[in-house]
């Protein structure tokens, strides 16, 4: 029996199967399954009863995503029927996209499945694209991905020289393109709707929903984005059937899950495991144990925007449902691991750089409210905070919260953030105190120091109200210092 | 309609809108950023955040975007929620964090969208400490001044210019809080609608660079509600003053003319009110030279031209000439000053295609689209005419009518038209049939299904062929090519499959056939639809229409000048209008010096005042009150934003004052049946607590005090004069319409240092100027805001001080403004004695006439218009001096497009430099009017042409001495 359905293709110490030996090791037989042997809606149907959900982070289950494309209805010929109309063929063409454009900290997951087996997922989007009755298929990679676009590049062409590509695939009337699009790289082209903009050529910013892409997507016609991962358990589905999908698992999510581990351990990686896996098996089975002398303090589940969690949630069942109840996310299943001696203001500050730089500029709270998060985090980590750093932090959980913002890009932003104020407020205050004893240093210092941005002003009477403001640096002069 | 409850009162609001749309048209506060009420919805600036609840069970409801969000049957929610302000204060916050402070130097201070809302929203305390972004700015050109530091990031400003007026040099650019709207680097914004940039720009990031160039604040500058001169689409507009000197004009929104914007010609071409082309005092020749009289003698000079004026009037052997670019009134009183020798000012061509006009607009089968109508057309045929640079807001209706095709896609999808991001990406390049036969390619041309540059002749042929492709009875032409016929049915197909067809002609290429052809067209199409169809017809001025239907049996000028030759004719009064710009120069050089005397009336120094012996300087639009009759056929009403310095007057006040027995005579009728009738200009009270009503006294209108005529008079008694202009008067309220109790101030209630403004010459303030002649008073006391829409100076509202400010007097978010119309359309009755017949006369094809080039008329935005043309920024923005030539042309005359020709026309030699032009058919050459001394009166034969050989490319435009040279062709030497 099949356990790992995504990676028992996948061998890094050798290049990865040609057409010829992945099609000797079983693949395209659930391409060849679906296209042959079934209608699309049974495909659907297959899909929707394995109980699989997306894998890209939001973990929505397919099957139900799916059917909210338009599709031709069936008239068997009759043509005297009612429904016999162009009304009632779908909008054309149709369009399947893999969103490979994998972007979120400490996430390397689908670069494994594209590098290691780039067939799979070309099969996947053949399944897919099957199933949607798609005219053409976009795989919309992240542009560093250089290694990966070749292979599937090469793999796309030895499908289409074998005609599971092209005008009547596998004899049938159904035909299917497929390219791959290489990303202008920036994080927000993961979310799938920028990510539509982004391939029709324009700036990468999302849109508003409704209308989802399923009825409105590329270039205005349905269209279906799916992370890579998901679309790579489409094969084995078709092949061996929703019950065995389901039976993977370890628990009510079906399938496996690609996890990885990233941080200081002793074997950061990513391995293909039953889904349901305690972050506990993961980090001291699979990633090998923290490294010597250095403690668990918190932990990403699933990749930089996801809410932190601690060492008492080690014994979690990793899945959706489990890891939604601790008030984070699944997210991608690529945990970032956070140590004991890591400065913790810092990393978070780091992490908010990151969602900061990556704001595509749409929305006010995202654009605006992000760079000033940023820099309060930076003055606590550098010693300059003050106590309306802190309140801002707080007032940006909620400001920047879902549905205040134009995206999902600024409350993903605020996951970590918020959870770092819930679970270590201690951190902020001593920062904090931190801030205070040195300004109290400064300020008590008769000589000014060397660096005239640290000139003190013993006498302003403006000190007590602007103690960070950049006004300093041009007072020690001014006749406003008293005398 | 629709009920949602706001704050626990119920409301009725139309269905199918926004939360946005339907609080800000029930008259509440809540702020806006990114939402336009011609843009639609984008989400972006998450400003109106408001608390929606499901039922009135939940209390705690969720914070959503009132534009992002239907106002669907029950809707909830609540504007007040302390979260929901809190909110609102927040997004404020965020947006000022990188906002300079710099109001007191912004030329957006005091009408900044941003000001207000942040006022609004209760942000007062600055807690971010931290470094701003700053950014680089950008020159744009002569028009728009660029500060992108003021930014908030809005995505207005790109999707106005990208989506609604179809720019491409503005864009967004760069990322997260570094976004940047600009273009790729430094230059002029191309699109000609740039100048709405200003007011769709929430803060100062774009300004109006004319203005800053001489600038004071909105709450200073003295406004009236008026009317563009510079085309016949007659674009409502508010221009502003002060010191003497008009200091910018911006749009004064009319629901059915131009909506929200207007062209950049309208906007910045208003130089020539102070420009130094500009006449104030009495001129006399004197010895073959014109001089001023010296300041102690001025008042006995304007004296002495009433003198002259009335002596010349009295005479038997005088003859008077009108004008088409300026008002009724002054046309009327002209006209009534010398009935018998009375000139309209148009040529025998412009007279003879004018009244064409007049008949089509009066047929029976024929509608009369206003601009905003001809957005709701479903297929569009432009027969002729370069729309964009003849009447450049109907360019920017047709865009809208084009893409209008998305709102359809749309609701069958089920997405609703304000969903502005969502409807133009499911429509992708989706778009409602245009197609275009011009002489040359148009700005138009990108997004029309079919165009074809064909000659005048080629154009009316087609147009015919297609009316009797459309209904078989209409005639068709003979011998038509293949290629023609082929055409003609590909149009048929178009616009047959239309439900809303709509047909746009013109008089620019001066071809009665062409508007023939077009009035076939739309009389098939009105017999396929049982319907009239559709028929706008663009016209030269902006008052071509009004002189048309004033005169219009009067003679044309080649009849005058007839007279003049053989001796009839020996006076001449021209009133507001330079000959020659219209006849042939040596043939009017010759009939001028005939004359015993020559008198002109005018605002502006023409090469006609250049000829007289007495030149009376007139009031421009700025200076005085006027009903123009717009293209459509709607009179509209301008008042004066200030008074008229030295001996400025409007022209009708010059005539009438030359003839007051006559007036007191015309007066005394017209008072009697005004009293006879009961006056009420009550205004329609609506549940908008800001519309008000206007008091009309028991005075009969316009009575004559103490000898003085009023405006009001005048109108009327034109109204009376001609059954066509009967409703004139109802175009605004007459002088005698008060606002509680007032006249209505043209200053804003803010209006500062009023005391001071003189105090260099004198402390003690004098008395203000009053204003017999309208219902606005040059005055700052009185009530700004509950006023009918045609007496409103200025946009204003408490809390609202920018344009913004106008869904303050819509009745609902784009809809019509409350208190009654503004203007009044004069030619929807169609003629009694009309019957549907065809025009039947088809021109033969053109033939280019062996090695003679048939002269095409080719217009510019910036550069063609006679008044506008004398403003310095439009003149940086003219093309440079040209004549267009099909390469076949000129490869016979063996030239390239570094090369001159010389050629005589309209008596007058050229030497201009060759554009060449595969899209300009064979045997045409075209004229760019306005351009290098080019008027129409070079267009009435066919031209030899020769290669200049001493040609010489002349500098780039711009600099001041091409300024100069052109001016002195169009108009001679400044005085």
């Known amino acids: 029996m099949i356990t790992r359905p995504l990676t028992r293709h996948i061998d890094l110490s050798r290049p990865p199967y040609d057409l010829a030996q992945y099609e000797d090791a079983g693949g395209y037989s659930g391409a060849r399954k679906v296209i042959t042997g079934m209608t699309p809606a049974e495909g659907l149907q297959l899909l929707k009863d394995s109980g699989l959900r997306g894998r890209g982070g939001a973990g929505f289950p397919t099957g139900m995503k799916w059917s909210f494309v338009p599709m031709d209805k069936d008239n068997k010929g009759d043509k005297d029927k009612k429904g016999d109309k162009d009304g009632d063929k779908a909008p054309r063409p149709k369009y399947i996209v893999a969103n490979a454009d994998e972007m979120e900290p400490g996430t390397f997951k689908d670069r494994l499945l594209m590098e290691g087996c780039p067939h799979l997922l070309v099969e996947g989007m053949l399944v897919g694209g099957y199933i949607l009755q798609a005219d053409i298929g976009y795989i919309f990679i992240r542009g560093e991905y250089v290694e990966a676009a070749q292979l599937l590049n090469a793999a796309i062409a030895e499908c289409r020289k074998k005609g599971y590509l092209g005008k009547h695939i596998l004899g049938g009337d159904w035909s299917f393109e497929l390219h791959v699009h290489t990303s202008a790289g920036r994080y927000i082209c993961g979310e799938e709707t920028a990510l539509l903009n982004s391939l029709e050529g324009k700036r990468a910013t999302p849109r508003a929903k409704p209308p989802f892409p399923q009825v409105s997507g590329l270039w205005g016609k349905p269209t279906i984005v799916n992370n890579v991962e998901t679309l790579c358990n489409l094969p084995p589905i078709i092949e061996h059937g929703a019950d065995w999908f389901k039976q993977l698992s370890l628990t009510g999510d079906a399938g496996t899950k690609l996890y990885g581990v990233s941080g200081r351990v002793n074997n950061p990686g990513c391995w293909e495991l039953p889904m349901g896996t305690t972050a506990r098996t993961l980090i001291e089975e699979h990633a090998g144990g923290m490294c010597d002398g250095y403690q668990l303090k918190t932990f990403l589940p699933g990749g930089g925007s996801t809410p932190l969690l601690l060492p008492e949630h080690l014994d979690t069942p990793m899945d959706y449902t489990e890891i939604g109840k601790l008030g984070s996310r699944l997210g991608t299943g690529t945990m970032i691991v956070i140590d004991d001696q890591v400065d913790f203001i810092g990393a978070l500050k780091n992490l908010e750089h990151f969602f900061s730089q990556e704001s595509c500029g749409f929305c006010t709270p995202c654009r605006d409210g992000l760079p000033w998060v940023e820099k309060a985090l930076d003055n606590l980590e550098h010693g300059r905070g003050s106590r309306a750093d802190l309140d801002w932090l707080k007032r940006a959980t909620w400001m920047l919260n879902m549905g205040n913002t134009f995206c999902a890009h600024a409350p993903g932003a605020m996951g970590p953030l918020e959870s770092a104020l819930k679970y270590f407020p201690d951190e902020f205050e001593q920062r904090l105190a931190q801030s205070a004893a040195r300004r109290k240093s400064v300020t008590e210092q008769t000589a000014p120091p060397d660096s005239p941005l640290e000139a003190p002003l013993p006498n302003s009477p403006l000190k007590t109200h602007l103690p960070n403001s950049p006004l300093k640096t041009h007072l020690p002069n001014s006749p406003l210092k008293a005398p | ?975």
């Open chain 2, 1 to 975: 309609m629709t009920k949602i409850i706001v704050d626990d009162k119920a409301y009725e609001v139309p269905a199918g809108n926004n939360l946005l749309h339907a609080c800000l048209s029930l008259g509440l506060d809540l702020p806006y950023f990114c939402w336009h009420p011609c843009l639609g919805s984008v989400g972006a600036c998450r400003q109106c955040a408001v608390k929606q609840y499901q039922d009135e069970n939940d209390s705690r409801g969720r914070i959503v975007m009132a534009c992002m969000t239907p106002a669907s049957e029950g809707a909830r929610i609540s504007v007040a929620d302390p979260q929901a302000r809190d909110f609102r204060a927040g997004i404020i916050e965020l947006l000022m964090t990188n906002h300079p402070h710099d109001c007191p130097v912004c030329e957006e201070g005091g009408e900044c969208h941003l000001q207000d809302m942040t006022e609004m929203s209760g942000h007062t305390f600055r807690r971010y400490e931290q470094t701003k972004r700053t950014h680089r700015n950008q020159y744009l050109g002569p028009f728009i001044n660029h500060e992108m530091n003021r930014c908030i990031a809005c995505y207005r400003c790109v999707r106005y210019y990208q989506d609604y007026a179809g720019g491409s040099d503005l864009q967004m650019l760069g990322a997260h809080h570094h976004v940047y709207f600009g273009r790729h680097c430094d230059g002029t914004l191309e699109n000609p609608f740039s100048g709405n940039l200003v007011e769709v720009c929430p803060t100062g990031v774009f300004t109006d660079k004319t203005f800053s160039q001489d600038y004071t604040r909105k709450w200073d500058l003295q406004c009236a509600p008026s009317i563009c001169q510079h085309c016949a689409v007659g674009c409502n507009t508010s221009p502003g003053e002060r010191y003497g000197r008009l200091k910018r004009i911006v749009n004064r929104y009319h629901n059915d003319v131009n909506g929200y914007f207007l062209c950049d010609r309208g906007r910045f071409g208003y130089g020539f009110v102070n420009g130094d082309q500009r006449l104030h005092q009495v001129m006399r020749r004197q010895g073959g030279s014109e001089e001023t009289t010296g300041q102690a003698a001025q008042v006995a000079t304007a004296a002495a031209g009433h003198r002259a004026l009335a002596e010349l009037l009295a005479r038997s052997d005088s003859a008077v000439i009108g004008s088409p670019r300026t008002s009724l009134e002054n046309n009327f009183a002209l006209l009534t000053a010398a009935r018998q020798h009375f000139c309209g000012g148009f040529s025998a061509a412009e007279q003879q295609i004018m009244q064409t006009a007049v008949t089509n607009y009066r047929q029976p089968d024929i509608g009369i689209p206003s601009p905003a109508d001809i957005e709701t057309a479903d297929a569009i045929l432009i027969l002729g005419e370069d729309i964009l640079n003849t009447a450049p807001v109907l360019a920017l209706r047709v865009r809208q009518a084009v893409r209008n095709r998305a709102r359809d896609l749309a609701a069958a999808a089920g997405i609703p038209a304000w969903q502005d991001a969502a409807v133009q990406e499911l429509a992708q390049q989706s778009r409602n049939p245009l197609i275009q036969l011009t002489v040359d390619n148009t700005d138009l041309d990108a997004i029309a299904a079919i165009n074809r540059q064909l000659a005048p002749a080629d154009i009316a042929r087609l147009g015919f062929a297609i009316a009797h492709g459309i209904n078989s009875e209409a005639p068709a032409p003979n011998d038509l090519t293949a290629a023609e016929t082929e055409l003609a049915d590909r149009v048929c197909a178009l616009l047959n499959h239309a439900n809303r067809p709509l047909v746009i002609t013109g008089t620019a290429l001066l071809s009665t056939a062409v508007l023939e052809a077009a009035a076939n067209i739309a009389k098939s199409l009105s017999r396929k639809l049982d319907a009239p169809c559709p028929l706008h017809q663009c016209l030269a001025e902006c008052n071509s229409l009004g002189a048309a239907m004033l005169a219009a049996d009067s003679a044309t000028l080649e009849q005058t000048l007839e007279g003049v030759e053989d001796g009839a004719i020996k006076r001449l009064l021209v009133l507001e209008n330079d000959l020659y710009r219209r006849c042939d120069s040596r043939r009017l050089d010759a009939a001028l010096d005939r004359l015993d005397e020559l008198i002109v009336i005018d605002h502006q120094w023409t090469a006609t005042a250049a000829k007289a012996d007495w030149v009376l300087p007139a009031a421009t639009f700025a200076e005085s009150e006027g009903t123009l009759v717009n293209s459509e056929a709607r009179a509209q009403r301008f008042f004066a934003v200030f008074p008229g310095v030295a001996d400025v007057r409007a022209g009708w006040q010059w005539l009438t004052a030359a003839n007051p027995g006559a007036w007191a005579a015309i007066d005394a009728v017209t008072a009697d049946r005004a009293s006879a009738e009961t006056v009420a200009v009550e205004q329609v009270a609506t549940e908008k607590a800001t519309v008000g009503k206007v008091a009309v006294g028991k005075v009969a209108v316009g009575k004559v005090a103490a000898g003085n005529v009023t405006i009001d008079a005048v109108t009327k008694a034109c109204a009376a004069s001609q059954p066509l202009l009967a409703q004139i008067v109802a175009a605004a309220p007459p002088a005698e319409a008060r606002s509680q109790g007032r006249q209505v101030p043209r200053m804003p209630h803010r209006y500062s240092g009023r005391t001071a403004i003189r105090a260099h010459i004198n402390v003690s303030e004098p008395k203000q100027t009053p204003d017999p002649m309208s219902a606005l008073g040059f005055t700052m006391e009185g009530d700004p805001t509950h006023l009918p829409p045609a007496l409103r100076p200025s946009t204003w509202a408490p809390g609202w001080n920018s344009n913004q400010s106008i869904h303050k007097f819509q009745q609902e978010v784009n809809g019509e403004l409350a208190g009654g119309p503004s203007g009044v359309r004069l030619l929807d009755e169609p003629a009694a004695a009309a019957a549907a017949t065809w025009f039947t006369e088809i021109p033969p094809a053109f033939r280019a006439a062996g090695d003679k080039l048939q002269p095409v008329p080719l217009y510019h935005i910036f550069g063609s218009e006679e008044l506008s043309q004398r403003a310095e920024p439009i003149q940086a923005r003219r093309p440079r001096d040209y004549i267009a030539l099909h390469p076949d042309d000129a490869a016979r005359l063996q030239v390239c497009s570094s090369d001159g020709i010389s050629f005589s026309a309209a008596g007058l030699e050229f030497c201009l430099g060759v554009r060449i032009t595969a899209a300009l058919p064979a045997g045409v050459i075209g004229l760019p009017m306005g351009i290098g001394g080019l008027t129409p009166a070079a267009l009435a034969t066919p031209l030899t042409v020769t290669k200049a050989f001493d040609w010489q490319p002349p500098p780039s435009p711009g600099d001041r001495a091409v300024i100069a040279s052109d001016l002195a062709a169009n108009g001679g030497a400044a005085p």
